[in-house]
């Protein structure tokens, strides 16, 4: 019994191609006795076949394995196969691509990686070299690239602001020139002034022979020649017309002025108009026959000595009166000026103001407006000036100091430092410079309550005042382009 016992058999060398069935039938009854357990519950016996089939893949797998590692050298070696001419058309690439595909993939891809990583090492250490080597010389050239850029824009802002400069310079010099052409009186050589009013006395001169029409033919233009012809003919005063010169007033009418050149007394009473001075009342009254040439000035110089006034201009109130002589007319005058003081004693000590300044500045306003509802606003401003010792700049008291009320002033005769030339000097005139009228006065009296400085007119007499210099030229401007 001890030959059945399960022993391993020892290894013998694999048996070669051909070897005689004997020898097989033997191996097969040992392994058939050595494989048999004498116990075995749970795996069951193999029959011949299926031992001759697993020895025979055995083999057939070392075959296989042994010719494939065999035509891997062929291939090595680039030793093709004679009886495959497809083959042989093909590259060594193509060869191994077709029969091993796998092996090919990895043979192919491996030199195209490390060709990559050679070509992008190559890039990396050039750039590092670059980046060493030569950032002054990217930096020069890109400053030289961009500083003339820079150099033109700059060049060209220069030029634009030489532009926009030369522009402005031509523009200034143009306002210069047309504000020098059109430039107000009350702004030159740098000094301040108002703006008088434009509208100025006219001085009529009527030839002997002369008809009423003829006289209609030469009045002012404020004046209509129909209304002056109707009037004249209604109340039969064309051949009363008298010859010589005659003053007239911008705030005259048609009537008026037909009474004032005719000898035909009208209610046997003279008219005084608002602002007229001593030598205009003189040739009225000269004019209508009522008195010789300079009987009215020489009676005015006597009354004033005798009555102990300052001057005589602007002590006499305009009017309506009746004429009977010279020195009755100069007294009936001056006494109503002092009634209308009489009557507001608290606002002339108010005021702070003697009777000549009371006169003066009343007698000016008078030639700065023939409007009762401007004066108050007028007489504010000249008080506001003269009480902070500005210069009044009324061309008004230089026209009277040169007895020339039509004419145009040159700018030399503002510029002498003359007593009646108040853009020069400070202060009131040394006299008043006409008759002043009641309204005048009581607007010295009862002035406006503003602080203004400035004032102005436009072409119909519209009155427009300023508190600053640079108000009254914006004014000025505003006023001469309408």
Not at 237 to 245: K, N, P, Q, V
Not at 349 to 367: F, M, Q, T, W, Y
Not at 462 to 479: A, D, F, G, N
Request: charged share 30%; net charge positive.
């Amino acid at each position: 019994m001890s030959d059945n016992k399960f022993k391993v058999p020892a290894k013998s060398a694999p048996t070669k191609r051909g070897s005689s069935s004997k020898n097989n039938t033997q191996t097969e009854e040992k392994v058939k006795k050595t494989t048999t357990p004498k116990k075995s519950t749970s795996t069951p016996k193999k029959s011949e076949g299926e031992v001759k089939k697993k020895v025979n893949s055995t083999q057939e797998k070392k075959e296989i394995t042994s010719k494939k590692a065999k035509v891997n050298l062929i291939f090595d070696k680039q030793e093709l196969p004679k009886n495959n001419p497809s083959l042989a058309n093909m590259t060594r690439e193509e060869r191994l691509a077709y029969l091993n595909p796998k092996d090919v993939k990895k043979n192919v891809e491996k030199p195209k990686e490390e060709k990559g990583k050679e070509t992008r090492s190559e890039i990396t250490s050039l750039m590092e070299s670059v980046k060493k080597n030569t950032p002054k010389k990217e930096e020069n050239v890109q400053k030289e690239i961009t500083l003339p850029v820079k150099k033109e824009k700059s060049n060209t802002l220069i030029y634009l602001v030489i532009l926009l400069i030369i522009i402005l310079l031509i523009l200034t010099i143009a306002l210069l020139v047309k504000k020098r052409i059109n430039k107000p009186k009350q702004i030159e050589n740098g000094n301040i002034y108002l703006a008088t009013n434009e509208d100025l006395s006219v001085k009529l001169t009527i030839k002997s022979g002369m008809s009423a029409s003829q006289v209609a033919s030469i009045l002012p233009s404020f004046l209509q020649k129909d209304l002056f012809l109707t009037y004249v003919n209604q109340n039969n005063l064309a051949s009363s017309i008298r010859t010589g010169e005659y003053l007239i007033n911008s705030t005259f009418n048609e009537e008026e002025v037909a009474k004032l050149i005719t000898t035909k007394k009208v209610n046997d009473s003279v008219l005084i108009y608002p602002g007229y001075t001593l030598n205009d009342i003189d040739l009225a009254l000269s004019n209508r026959d009522l008195i010789k040439a300079g009987e009215f000035l020489k009676a005015a110089e006597s009354f004033s000595k005798a009555n102990g006034l300052s001057f005589s201009e602007g002590y006499f109130l305009s009017g309506e009166y009746k004429f009977i002589s010279s020195i009755d007319l100069l007294e009936e005058m001056n006494n109503a000026l002092f009634e209308i003081l009489k009557n507001y004693p608290e606002q002339v000590v108010n005021s702070g103001l003697s009777v000549d300044e009371i006169v003066k500045i009343a007698s000016i306003i008078n030639r700065e407006t023939q409007d009762n509802t401007q004066m108050s606003d007028i007489a504010a401003i000249i008080l506001n000036r003269y009480r902070q010792n500005m210069p009044l700049g009324i061309d008004a008291t230089t026209r009277y100091e040169l007895n020339n009320w039509s004419d145009v002033i040159s700018q030399s005769i503002y510029e002498k430092d003359t007593p009646y030339n108040t853009r020069r000097k400070a202060g009131l005139p040394p006299t008043g410079i006409g008759c002043p009228s009641e309204e005048a006065i009581l607007a010295v009296l009862f002035p406006s309550k503003i602080s203004d400085l400035y004032y102005l007119h436009d072409k119909e007499g519209k009155l427009y005042t300023s508190q600053s210099y640079e108000e009254h030229l914006k004014t000025y401007e505003k006023v001469h382009s309408l």
